[in-house]
């Protein structure tokens, strides 16, 4: 069992910076995948960024590329997501994810996800 703990959200204005963290709880952190997904009103559930269990590998959903950078530490058991150049587009609930297995490339799909955290809400203004 994992708990994953988010901080960081808030309301900034287009074009500010905004830094999610996500603390794990209760389990090992090290061998799993992790991920940052958004849900905007109506909308479903979106994968933003994920890292592979070790930080060698990341991937960035289209509409973040370039502005948006996921990083972990293992030794912390925490996943960062860093948000800059923020557009009103980006206003939603941020949720981090684990990998449901262990050495994994992090989930790709909310479906993938074995826990979640409880969400903090970011929101744009422009």
């Known amino acids: 069992q994992v708990q994953l703990i988010e901080s960081g959200g808030g309301l900034v204005q287009a074009g500010g910076s905004l830094r999610l963290s996500c603390a794990a709880v209760?389990?090992?952190?090290?061998?799993?995948?992790m991920g940052w997904f958004r849900q905007a009103p109506g909308k479903e559930r979106e994968l933003v960024a994920v890292?592979?269990?070790?930080?060698?590998?990341?991937y960035y959903a289209d509409a973040v590329k370039g502005r948006f950078t996921i990083s972990r530490d293992n030794f912390k058991n925490t996943v960062i997501l860093e948000m800059n150049s923020l557009k009103p587009e980006d206003t939603a609930i941020y949720y981090c994810?684990?990998?449901?297995?262990?050495?994994?490339?992090?989930?790709?799909?909310?479906?993938?996800?074995?826990?979640w955290g409880q969400g903090t809400q970011v929101t744009v203004s422009s």
């Open positions: 994810g684990s990998d449901s297995g262990a050495y994994g490339p992090g989930p790709q799909h909310h479906t993938d996800v074995g826990y």
């Open positions: 209760g389990r090992t952190f090290d061998p799993y995948g």
């Open positions: 890292s592979n269990w070790n930080g060698a590998s990341t």
